[in-house]
C-alpha cells in the first residue's frame, strides 16, 4: 500500500504519518510539505524510522515537496492537510476561501499525475472535500473527507462513560456539518444492539451538554494545547484501514450527496458511507426522524452556501 500525506510537516499529517508506518499494510509512505517544511520533513522520516525500529513495524518513508509532487505517483490514497488551522475564536467556516486555494490547488496537481482516492482533512472539511472533488475531477467515490467520523466518536465516548460501558458495546453517529450545525442522530443510537432510549437511565443522560462538549471539542483541545493531533489521526487510519481491508465499514465521512437524502443535492456532507476498496462504494440513505432531517437540512444549507462560495477560486 502506498499513501502519500500532503502537509505531513503538521500536526495532523506528522501524527498520522507516525500511525500509518506503523500499520504491517503499509509499504511506501511518502510526506510532502512546502519546501520550507523539507528539514522538518526529513527530521520526521528519521524520527518515524525510529519509532518502527522500536514497534518491530517496516515501512519506506520518502519525503517530498511542492516541486516533486510526482512522488505521489501510483498512490492508493492521498491525505491532504495542508492549510491554515484555526485559531482560538475562530469558526471553522472562517477559513473557507484561504484553504480552497490550498486544497483546490493540490487536487488538481495531483489529478494530473495520477488516479488515486482524496482524503481530505483541511477545515472546513465539508467545503473542501467539494473543493477537491471540483477541481480533481475525480469520480465522486475517489473523493471524501474525515467529515463527522470524528464527531461520531467523541459522542460515542461520551455514551460509554454516562452508561458505564465498553465504549465498543456503542454504535452512534453524527451526520451533516463537521462544524456548529452537526446532526447527532439518537435515533441510530444502540448500546449493545438495544436502542438507547430503552435504557432506564436514558432519562437522564444529559443530551444537550454532551452535544455541546462534542461541538466545542476541537475549540477545547485548540486551547489547552494548539489543537487537535491524535484523535483526527486515529479516525484518519480507520478510514484507510477499510480501504486496504476493503472492510466495508460504514463510517460517517464527508461525501457528495447528490439526492440520497430527502432531495439535498450537489453537496458534500458527513453522512453514513459505505467505505471499501473502491474508496465509497455506497452512500447509505436513512430513515431518519422529523427533527433530524430538518436539522439536517439546514446544516447542508449552511455548507452550500460556502461551496458555491469556493467553487471557482
Ligand atoms: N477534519 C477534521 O476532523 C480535522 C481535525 C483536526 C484538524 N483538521 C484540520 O486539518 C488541517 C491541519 O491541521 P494541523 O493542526 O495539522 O495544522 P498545522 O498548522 O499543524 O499544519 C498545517 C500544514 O499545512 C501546511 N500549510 C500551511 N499553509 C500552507 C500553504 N499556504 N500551502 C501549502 N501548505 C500549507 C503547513 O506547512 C503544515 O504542514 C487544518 O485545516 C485543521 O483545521 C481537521
Not at 450545525?181 to 444492539?193: F, N, Q
Request: net charge neutral; with cysteine.
Amino acid at each position: 500500500m502506498k499513501v502519500s500525506i500532503i502537509g505531513a510537516s503538521g500536526r495532523v499529517g506528522s501524527a498520522t504519518a507516525l500511525l500509518l508506518a506503523k500499520e504491517p499494510f503499509m509499504k511506501d509512505l511518502v510526506l510532502i510539505g512546502r519546501k520550507k517544511s523539507k528539514n522538518k520533513l526529513e527530521g520526521l522520516k528519521r524520527d518515524i524510522y525510529d519509532a518502527l525500529a522500536g514497534s518491530r513495524s517496516d515501512a519506506n518513508i520518502f519525503v517530498g515537496t511542492d516541486d516533486d509532487l510526482k512522488i505521489v505517483d501510483e498512490s492508493d490514497v492521498v491525505i491532504i492537510t495542508s492549510g491554515v488551522p484555526r485559531t482560538e475564536g475562530m469558526s471553522r467556516m472562517d477559513l473557507a476561501k484561504i484553504n480552497a486555494k490550498i486544497v483546490g490547488n493540490y487536487a488538481k496537481k495531483i489529478s494530473e499525475i495520477c488516479d488515486t482516492k482524496l482524503f481530505i482533512i483541511t477545515n472546513p472539511v465539508d467545503v473542501m472535500t467539494y473543493k477537491a472533488l471540483i477541481d480533481s475531477k475525480y469520480e465522486r467515490n475517489n473523493v471524501f473527507g474525515l467529515g463527522t467520523h470524528l464527531d461520531s466518536l467523541r459522542f460515542k465516548v461520551a455514551i460509554a462513560k454516562f452508561f458505564g460501558v465498553h465504549i465498543d458495546e456503542v454504535r452512534t453517529r453524527i451526520i451533516g456539518e463537521h462544524g456548529d450545525s452537526m446532526v447527532p442522530l439518537l435515533s441510530a443510537t444502540s448500546i449493545g444492539g438495544i436502542p438507547i432510549q430503552k435504557f432506564e437511565k436514558f432519562k437522564d443522560l444529559p443530551i444537550k451538554e454532551i452535544i455541546e462538549d462534542v461541538k466545542t471539542k476541537g475549540e477545547q483541545i485548540i486551547r489547552l494545547k494548539g489543537g487537535s493531533e491524535f484523535g483526527p489521526a486515529a479516525a484518519i487510519l480507520n478510514v484507510v484501514g477499510c480501504i486496504v481491508n476493503n472492510e466495508k465499514r460504514l463510517l460517517t465521512l464527508s461525501a457528495y450527496v447528490n439526492g440520497e437524502f430527502d432531495g439535498i443535492r450537489d453537496v458534500c456532507i458527513g453522512v453514513p458511507v459505505k467505505i471499501g476498496r473502491d474508496g465509497i462504494e455506497e452512500v447509505v440513505s436513512i430513515d431518519l426522524d422529523k427533527d433530524e432531517i430538518e436539522a439536517f437540512r439546514k446544516s447542508a444549507e449552511i455548507i452550500k452556501k460556502y461551496c458555491e462560495e469556493v467553487k471557482f477560486i
